[in-house]
């Protein structure tokens, strides 16, 4: 786009009013710099106008995500101008909702570039705002906040993450409790209306010098609020229905702040044989060995798994860089070869786990309703979960994507998404967990190979029990973000009659909502032989995702490789033919 001198004009003034407002005299320089390169002809000047541009329309949106964007200054770029602002917003929120009583957050962070000067920049105006702020004591993972908003009983609670994005990103996480939100969604991330109540008191018009902050006020966090959550979790392992320790595990957090947390939990618990991968041990902003620490992308667990070839280890467990997510790997008897499992195959595992445990009596209930226990998974995941729960006599329910919709499910005792997000006690962190769902996997491995069995011997029992579900996912990564609505466009306007040789018998439209959901961006297909593919752009990346699921029929054990090869098939055309739909070259 190509800007008139007077629009040129007025975005270098804007950009300069910022540069000169801008607390943190880094990003002050690096936009002062632009500044100087965009008054320069040729290419480079181009270019700097350009950044400029994108830097300086409009804002960061604010909602149910929170914040997240890249590193950098202006008003479209993670900065502390921004998280000042943002402060601000909520604190005027947390105000407008007290009656008589003086609100109260707790603030968390993690090890990524920036993290603890947005948290400190948090407290400061927090206290200024007259919130009671509590700030935790040292970088720690998202669910140690998530459980300190329960624990402390505050208001709100602020997690400055990016989670697994890339490195020169960050975020912002925001959670309702105490007296601010009643019922199974106290303690949980925000949901509507809520992100546009805090949005609209984001103020961008006023100077930034407006906003006051305080040099102290706020309450540091004694350690213990960690060992508390350790020991909590620690408490949901079973000792006495299920005692078996003896696993050898590969632990990985992948340059994040969960290391320490999860090597304490898995210790604590009876666990002894745990060796984690050195060049990841540590937590490092830049994540050195992955090119996204993220351990869905491809190669992520690459150091992980060739530390267990060598070690001979039962089962490799990663979280993400802050630790809300948690995967798993072992060695698949079928191809002797190490591989993680899919998110929904986790998911499943976790869930059968837990319905025989609550079953036996060896997990005590402690579910928001006093009812029926209930499971929940996300529309984009399996629908084994469903049957799991059917069989086990518990109710069952499907939500949006997000674990914001899955932790206010009504007598929740167990939630899941396929992106590696479980919920494994409601009762302690109303979010994925990916240190207690870890455990909970060590636990059943361990348990599993005291009788010799594996993981996967379970994942064919349910295969037996409910049918193959089988998984895959389809995901198109874009630079240019104008490129996902156009493809959604399509998608509504040219909707596929058949998808892998099988009619479509309902296609569903999701941004209209229904009674069990509200809108969200996106297109269920179903077919006659329960193939079933969604379509929607991802929350949290420039991707738009496809999530692919076939219900194949089993006769018996020795009709598995059949059953799979045919679910292989039937996968593979209906990705064809959705990529076809959305106009993408074979």
């Known amino acids: 786009m190509t800007l008139t001198a007077m629009e040129l004009q007025e975005l270098l003034t804007e950009a300069r009013l910022w540069a000169d ?94 993290s603890r000067a947005f948290a400190l920049d948090t407290a400061a105006v927090f206290s200024a705002a007259g ?66 109540e805090i949005a609209a008191r984001i103020d961008y018009t006023v100077p930034l010098s407006s906003i006051d902050t305080a040099p102290e006020g706020w309450t540091d966090v004694s350690d213990s609020i ?26 990985t957090p992948m340059h994040g702040v969960g290391g320490e947390t999860m090597s304490a939990v898995l210790r604590d618990a009876g666990f002894t044989s745990v060796r984690t991968v050195a060049a990841q041990a540590e937590p490092d902003p830049d994540f050195p060995t992955v090119a996204f620490p993220n351990p869905e992308e491809p190669g992520a667990l690459d150091l992980a798994l060739a530390m267990a070839a060598e070690t001979g280890a039962d089962v490799v467990l990663a979280n ?39 079953r036996s009596g060896h997990l005590k209930l402690r579910n928001d309703s006093g009812r029926v226990p209930v499971f929940a998974n996300s529309i984009v995941s399996s629908r084994l979960l469903a049957r799991i729960a059917a069989a086990a006599g518990f109710g069952h329910q499907e939500t949006l994507t997000g674990f914001k919709w899955i932790a206010r499910v009504p007598g929740l005792v167990y939630g899941y998404e396929e992106a590696l997000g479980y919920c494994v006690a409601p009762a302690l962190v109303r979010d994925k967990d990916g240190i207690s769902a870890a455990l909970l996997i060590a636990e059943l491995a361990a348990a599993l190979k005291a009788r010799g069995r594996t993981l996967f011997d379970l ?24 490129l996902i609505p156009r493809m959604m466009t399509r ?34 297909y179903l077919t006659e032989d329960a193939t079933r593919i969604i ?23 020795e009709d598995l490789p059949r059953s799979r090869a045919a679910a292989a098939r039937r996968l593979s055309a209906a990705k064809a033919d959705i990529a076809a739909a959305l106009g993408l070259e074979a």
């Open 21 to 114: 407002e801008d607390p943190d005299p880094a990003t002050a320089a690096e936009l002062r710099a632009l500044i100087t390169r965009a008054g320069a002809p040729g290419p480079d000047g181009e270019a700097a106008v350009a950044d400029l541009t994108d830097r300086f329309t409009g804002t960061l949106e604010f909602g149910t995500a929170g914040l997240r964007a890249a590193l950098g200054a202006g008003p479209r770029r993670m900065n502390r101008a921004v998280v000042r602002r943002t402060a601000a917003g909520i604190a005027a929120f947390l105000q407008s909702k007290a009656d008589g009583w003086t609100p109260s957050a707790v603030i968390g962070y993690d090890a990524r570039y920036n």
């Open 131 to 196: 919130i009671e702020a509590f700030l935790l004591p040292s970088a720690l993972p998202t669910p140690v906040l998530a459980y300190a908003v329960r624990a402390l009983d505050t208001d709100a609670g602020v997690m400055v993450t990016a989670s697994h994005n890339p490195a020169l990103d960050n975020g912002y996480k925001v959670y309702l409790g105490g007296r601010t939100v009643k019922g199974p969604g106290r303690g949980a991330q925000i949901v509507p209306p809520y992100d546009a």
């Open 320 to 358: 993400d860089p802050d630790a809300d997510r948690a995967a798993v790997a072992a060695k698949d008897p079928a191809t002797g070869e190490w591989r993680m499992l899919r998110g929904d195959e986790t998911g499943a595992l976790l869930g059968a786990h837990l319905a025989e445990r609550i």
């Open 459 to 482: 994942l064919d029992d349910l295969a037996l029990e409910h049918g193959l579900h089988a998984s895959d996912q389809l995901s198109i990564r874009v630079a240019d973000l104008s």
């Open 491 to 524: 998608l509504r306007e040219q909707s596929p009659a058949s998808l892998a040789g099988s009619p479509v018998v309902s296609a569903v439209d999701l941004s209209a909502g229904s009674e069990s959901l509200p809108p969200t961006d996106g297109m269920l």
């Open 535 to 557: 379509v929607r752009p991802s929350g949290t990346e420039p991707k738009l995702k496809c999530y692919l699921e076939v219900i194949e029929p089993v006769g018996g054990r």
């Open 226 to 251: 960690v060992a508390d959550y350790i020991n909590a979790v620690d408490a949901l392992a079973s000792h006495d229905g299920y005692p078996a320790r003896d696993l050898s595990i590969v632990l």
